[in-house]
Nanobody, 123 residues
Framework: QVQLVESGGGLVQTGASLRLSCTAS????????MTWFRQAPGKEREFVAA???????DYADSVKGRFTIARDNAKNTVSLQMNNLKPEDTAVYYC?????????????????WGKGTLVTVSS
């Protein structure tokens, strides 16, 4: 089993920055692709960003250039630095772990989930 706990959410204004963190416990963290998803009110959960153990990354077009995903395998953490936030970034952000070797943008492919952290961006 892998337990994932997100932190760092909050209420910010348009243009501000936030850094989300996800701490994993349990099985070997470095063997997983770590992914951030988000779910806005009334919408389906959507892919945000992912990172492989070696550091390769994948981003949704909507966040490319504004968000940066990073991981520290020694500390079992993955982060999401979010800059230039927009009201449309308002959502609950979830951390997920995936045992595959390829990037999977679908929530169906994830093996473990955190409970999420709320990010609200006011206009």
């Amino acid at each position: 089993q892998v337990q994932l706990v997100e932190s760092g959410g909050g209420l910010v204004q348009t243009g501000a920055s936030l850094r989300l963190s996800c701490t994993a416990s349990g099985r070997t963290f470095s063997s997983f692709i770590m992914t951030w998803f988000r779910q806005a009110p009334g919408k389906e959960r959507e892919f945000v960003a992912a990172i492989k153990s070696g550091g390769s990354t994948d981003y949704a077009d909507s966040v490319k250039g504004r968000f940066t995903i990073a991981r520290d395998n020694a500390k079992n953490t993955v982060s999401l630095q979010m800059n230039n936030l927009k009201p449309e970034d308002t959502a609950v952000y979830y951390c997920a772990a995936d045992r595959s070797i390829f990037f999977v943008r679908s929530e169906i492919g994830m093996d473990y989930w955190g409970k999420g952290t709320l990010v609200t961006v006011s206009s």
